[in-house]
């Protein structure tokens, strides 16, 4: 009848997704007051909330049945779960999903603690966040991790990280870490998550054969574990999020178990942890770098559809251009979008039933659902919630988030780092609240539209509270980690054209915009040498980032109107979006002036006089970005590599220089500082009688100003 053998059941592929975003050990308040009511997971992202993203890489992995764990607010998505393919009543779905609600909880360790306590997981399984975006596939390194843990009992988790060389905008700031591995055998050996300049190795690494050390790793926050590591956290309860964890393992001579490390070199994965990371992650979708994870995919028919058209641009059924309205490269408009005449969309996610009134110009910007945006509004790398409503004639800067249900006042101006609330936040002592709220009926912004500021108990005086809120915007918002190097022009900013406070956000290719109810022109004589640009060893990021300012000013010149302010407009949006320094933008910007709609074959009378068109065309442009500190020396600095690139430019660069001289973009102490320290021969000898002439006239100031004061 039977061998007597015990029979072993078929070991199921499980995942547990934490829903909650936190960090350093609570919960993470960094998109407050969107989160206050729902939690991070919720957030849109291309016409999907992140969750989504989150489930469908665990269903592209295998997985055979998930828990998401929940703590506060956890209706809205136990509401969306019920309604959508994931419900486990749902005939067809990919896996079953069930949920586990704990208001109790804390931090990342508590629900590890309480899921340890339930006693529900007995084998291996994956475990991730819910605002984790990524194309990887995880099934091969559960596997991977098995077989892992054959060879070594003490193993008990693999630990999955990402490439991110130097420069990579997915290094945000305070996610820096030092990772030291065996070589062979990838176990990890010395762990450090700091943002401390400097490392002090133990000496136990060099008992190894050969050591690794990465500091260019990117925590995706997806882990390979074994039921013992649930265990770990129930032993130490003192412990509350996964990097503690990972040194008490390391450093702990009491805790016999080892870690492991997958590095992952082609697929993406991040989380959208911050508004900068998710802002990020957004145009990193549009741009396929998550394929098959793509706008246009929907999970058994679920949801409307949305149509790719050029310039990763995407398209909802049932939205609504009007004619004059430039759609730009990196946009997604959802289901029921209405946008008015004469608007401009550039790198901006809009959600479903969102309006915009004629005149507005949306940049970099993610706005969801049911917003309504009036006439000649202007919105700048912020993040607008669900039925919020901005009148006509609004200003709001970079880095300010929007909470649900907020109504502004007409003409408001929202200054860079404020956050927005649609009710007074309680202090939470006052017994006549409710009474206050009657009488102060309006906030600072409009009827309902409040200055948010995240109390922190440990701060006491009115003094330190104004200090936290001047450091707490990019410490909320979240940046790119740049080493002193590569953040060295960072500080060379000096107003609003050209601010470069270290935030950035990279992507693919962007060739060109959308214009509806025209025909799209493919190809142009500038486009030819961008190529040459990056076969030269030039960062891909610059290439880019001047392929769109090329862009910028063709677009201009086509309409017949330059309007400056809307130029700077997109310039610093693509700046933004390609981590360029301020040097980088003024250079990219004078070589496109000089070459664009360039016949580089004309003759050296001809080639000077279309120049010339082009500075007079664009005087303004020029002259805003030569105010920064070191503007007029970014442009000069940039001469021998447009020379080397465009060699017809030699004859020609003396009386170039002239003409910016004469139409005050460039002035005489900068072409002088700069002809003093030229190197370039060929260069210097052309330019030597006008610089003879400048110095001259300089010394003839000087002696009229002698005579004068004799």
Known sequence: MGTGKEMKGEEVMQAIVIADSFQKGSFNTSFAPLTNDEPACMLPLAGKPL????LQCLAMSGVQDAIIYLTTN?????SWLKGSPWDPSFPAAPFPVHTIVNEDCRSFGDALRDLHDKGIIRHNFILVTGDLVSNLNLGPLLAKHKATAAKDKKAIMTSVYSKGYQGNPLRSKGSEMVL?????????????????????????????????????????????????????FADNFDIQDMDRMINEIIESELIDSTIYIHTSTSEFSCRAMNPYLYNLVYEKVLNRWVYPVVPESRI?????????????????????VAKGTAIHANTFIGHGVNINDDCSVMKSNLESGVTIGAGSSIAGSIVMKNTKIGKNCNLTNCIVGENVVLPDNCQVKDKVVI??????KTGSCVPSGTRISSAKVSDGFSDDEEEEAGEEAEGEFGPCAFNYVEEN????SDEEIEAQAGCAVLNTWGQVYTTDNEGSDSSESDGEVGDDDGDSWAEDDHKGDLDPGSDMEEGDNNMDYLQD??????????VNFKREVLESLQRADGEGKIVTDNLVLEINSSKHAWNTTLCEVNQ???????????????????LLAAVKVNLDKFRQLLIKYSQSKSGQDYYLSSVPELIKRFPQFLDVIAKVLHHMYEVDILGEDAILKWANKLQDGNIAKKVKSFVDWLEEAESSDEDESSQDED
């Open 180 to 232: 030291a591995v065996d070589r062979s055998s990838q176990e990890v050996l010395y762990y450090q998550k700091a943002e401390t300049k400097s490392t002090l190795l133990p000496i136990d690494l060099f008992q190894h054969d050969e050591v690794d050390v990465h500091f260019d790793l990117l925590d995706s926050g997806i882990y390979i574990c074994s039921p013992i590591v649930l265990a770990l």
């Open 403 to 408: 909470g649900h249900n907020a109504v502004l």
């Open 588 to 606: 990219c910007v004078l070589e496109s002036v000089l070459t664009l709609n360039l016949d580089l074959d004309l003759s050296p009378g001809k």
């Open 457 to 460: 108990p440990d701060f006491d």
């Open 533 to 542: 640009d990056e076969d030269e060893g030039e960062h891909h990021d610059v």
């Open 51 to 54: 969750l989504e993203y989150t």
């Open 300 to 320: 058994l028919h679920n949801g409307a559809k949305v149509c790719l058209l050029q310039n990763s641009v995407y398209k909802s059924a049932g939205s609504r």
């Open 74 to 78: 956890s209706s809205k998505v136990k």
